[in-house]
């Protein structure tokens, strides 16, 4: 059987845990077990003006395009869309709804990108959520692991992705 097909046979059989259901805990040799599977499809979360609005504030990045729905309106993307380090921040909590936890956990760690691409705007209103595909698993030290984690944050209805990431998270084990 061609590698392709082996691994969505394999996806089948083990799909990805799914908004709603409980995310299962896996010890150090499973997580290896994963790699190359996707592991974790989130649920979807609105991007609201007011959540927009507040990362301005916080980032002090009140550009038109992101804040002033009037002037936004009248660009090619029809209204304000959220900022693209907004869009990066979201991969934090879609991940704790979704993501397996590692036994032993006791602490998580957002460790950095090796590469991330802003692929589409994300405007007011819209919902996203993202895939996850654990691209490997490596051991800092052994009470330190990193996951790599190939990231896409969809949006509803749209075909092109919002972002693609190379996203790094350590596990401290306790």
Known sequence: MAKDAKSQTEARANPPPRAGEALPTLTLDEMHAHVGRE??????????QAMIDRFADATEDHQ???VDPDRA???????TIAHGF????LLAPLAQ???P???????GVNYGFDRLRFLSP?????????????SAVSTR???????????????????KPALQADWLTMSVLG
């Open 39 to 48: 592991i974790a499809i989130s649920p979807w979360i609105e991007v609201t």
């Open 64 to 66: 038109f395009i992101h």
């Open 73 to 79: 309106r009248v660009t090619p993307f029809g209204g």
């Open 86 to 89: 907004l869009t990066a921040s």
């Open 97 to 99: 709804r979704s993501l």
């Open 101 to 107: 936890t590692l036994e032993g956990r006791v602490m």
């Open 122 to 134: 994300v405007k007011a209103g819209a919902r996203v959520r993202a895939r996850f595909t654990l």
């Open 141 to 159: 030290t052994p009470k330190q692991i990193v996951l790599h984690l190939a990231s896409i944050v969809e949006i509803e209805g749209e075909t």
